[in-house]
């Protein structure tokens, strides 16, 4: 299942690009939507405040905070990888800037009227969004220890906070609809990846530290 996602979300992402990079009809229909997305009734407080979501002041420390409670969590209970989860979703934020910044040079996309300057494609707001809060997220799960309807709504919550966010950066003019959507392609893949990774190398929350007898059991 992950590995259809991943080639799914890759395989839009390079749609997306060629699209935008070779002035196609998305491009140009895409244009046409964003200039439409900005006549939207919505006040501009409030798109400024769902834009600024995705501004690293706000998503990264969210993240950090997350993490730093994990850590401490699966280290108090003994996992002998405690350090391992945190570290994947540092590295998964760091990966954003390393990723966003060579292809905005190299697509080299203008921005919407009023905007400045090339370097449109992909949306770095939107990328540390997707990756700060997904990242978090899926940290928190396994501490999630309710009903799956609990989990879901914490998935769920997380989708429509990346939505507004992606929607206060069309609806204010800072970017068109294709470089939200090609981030969320883009940094989704990066998701499904660090989410194999915390399966596959993480620990169960609870698990007992070698020393106790009973050694910890990684995720399935």
Known sequence: MRTQALSALLLLFGLLTWQVAGKGPLRRLDERFGLAARQTRLPDTVAEF??????????????????GYVAWQARRTGAPRWWLPPLAATLAMAAVPLLVVPLKLLIDRPGPPGMAGHGFYPSGHTATAAVAYGAATLLMLPYLRGSAYTRREVVIGCLLLNATVGFGL??????????????????????????????????????????????AQPSP
């Open 170 to 215: 069309v609806r204010r003019g800072y970017h068109w609809p294709l470089d939200v959507l090609g981030s969320w392609c883009l940094f989704g893949a990066l998701l499904v990846v660090l989410s194999a990774c915390l399966d596959r190398f993480g620990d169960e929350p609870g698990s007992s530290s070698p020393s106790s007898g009973s050694p």
């Open 50 to 67: 769902f834009a600024d979501l995705g501004s690293v002041t706000i998503a990264v420390p969210v993240l950090a905070g997350v993490a």
